[in-house]
């Protein structure tokens, strides 16, 4: 399951600049500065100069060959911008690349914002240590928030970088490694600031697009097959958060006494992962892919982190059917909806 990228913007370069900050902040730029560094340092271009180290196995060079086929089909066939983003390669040596914090209040699936000077705001807080990450989701614990810390296993500097190619991601199948790809180099294309979910359902209805393009064109039957099953998966597992956060705001709009409210809160949870259980057994086959997420002590946190990424997806498909699917029209329209206010962006998305 990818809910699992980032945004690091224009701001780590600004530390400088930002010495009216509190110290706090200070510290969170430190370390997003000093992070990003050292995973540009460890960055090797995809050559043959690299393919020949030692530690360059056979099966990570036909990997690393196809990272760059992926990366000239997403300049030829999706119009995305041709420069030396992920046409490099690091290995930093863990399983994630960032660690990021979400928190919604006990009774609200509306995620705390986070908000930098050139990013803006969005609606998580990405760290480079795990530590830092849960210390920072921790204060929110505190404060009576729900959080949800995870894993991140790839990010974008929206063009300010050449962002590499991670070990993190490269060990994924062909098409899902093309799927995390063309979502990162997306958000070089349209980025507004303060509204994540425009930002990452837009990335995230390219990629759909894009990944079905890839396989139509160099998929095996059994590229096709699996391609097809987790896009039945991802839209059953996208429509069940969806129908329950509507349950969710429904349940916190009423007024009721904080115990009453919690006990709902407590049987809605037991009822998504009961509705969860059926779908898996009765539409999936018992596949566990989603296993993992709904094993977890499940909060308002988790249901924000699906919205942040799927909710404007829709909307972002039927842009696209507008336009032919011409990518170069369709990211001129996308282009024009960043740049006005966010309600006004809405109502013309038809969302």
């Given amino acids: 399951m990818k809910w699992q990228s980032s945004l690091i913007g224009a701001g780590i370069v600004a530390i400088a600049m930002i010495a009216v900050a509190g110290c706090g902040t200070m510290q969170f730029y430190a370390q997003a500065v000093s992070g990003h560094l050292a995973v540009m340092a460890a960055a090797q271009p995809i050559d043959q100069s690299l393919f020949e180290r030692p530690a ?26 041709d420069n030396g983003s992920y046409r490099s390669y690091a290995d930093i040596g863990r399983p994630y690349v960032l660690w990021n914090v979400i928190a919604a209040e006990e009774f609200s699936l509306r995620p705390k914002e986070s908000c930098f000077l050139f990013a803006g705001c969005v609606a998580y807080r990405g760290f480079y240590a795990e530590a830092d990450a849960n210390a920072y989701g921790e204060a ?8 949800f810390v995870y894993g991140v296993t790839a990010y974008s500097t929206l063009g300010w970088f050449n962002d590499p190619v991670l070990n993190t991601v490269i060990s994924h199948s062909e098409v899902e490694l093309a799927r995390i790809i063309f979502h990162e180099i997306v958000h070089q294309v349209a980025y507004t600031k303060d509204d994540s979910v425009f930002n990452e359902s837009f990335a995230a209805a390219v990629e759909e697009e894009g990944v079905r393009r890839w396989v139509d064109r160099f998929g095996s039957e059994q590229q096709w097959r699996e391609f097809a099953a987790t896009g ?9 958060i969806s129908r329950y956060q509507k349950r969710f705001a429904a349940a916190y709009a ?12 407590s049987r809605l949870f037991a009822a998504l992962r009961a509705d969860y259980e059926t779908m898996k057994r009765d539409e999936w086959g018992g596949f566990p892919g ?11 946190a988790h249901l924000a982190s699906v919205a ?36 006004e962006r809405l109502t013309l998305l038809g969302a």
């Fill in 140 to 147: 929110f614990r505190k404060a009576g928030l729900d959080v």
């Fill in 290 to 300: 989603y296993d993992r997420w709904f094993a977890q002590d499940l909060n308002n």
């Fill in 254 to 265: 009423i007024e009721a006494p904080i115990l009453a409210k919690r006990e709902e809160k």
């Fill in 308 to 343: 942040t990424y799927t909710e404007l997806v829709p909307a972002f498909r039927r842009l696209l059917a507008k336009n032919n699917g011409d990518f170069t029209a369709f990211y001129r329209e996308v282009k024009g909806l960043a740049a006005r206010p966010k309600a």
């Fill in 56 to 81: 360059i196995t056979p099966l990570l060079k036909a990997k690393l060959e196809r990272v760059l086929a992926i990366r000239q089909f997403a300049v030829s066939e999706l119009q995305l911008p």
């Fill in 232 to 240: 039945q998966r991802r839209a059953g597992f996208v429509a069940l």
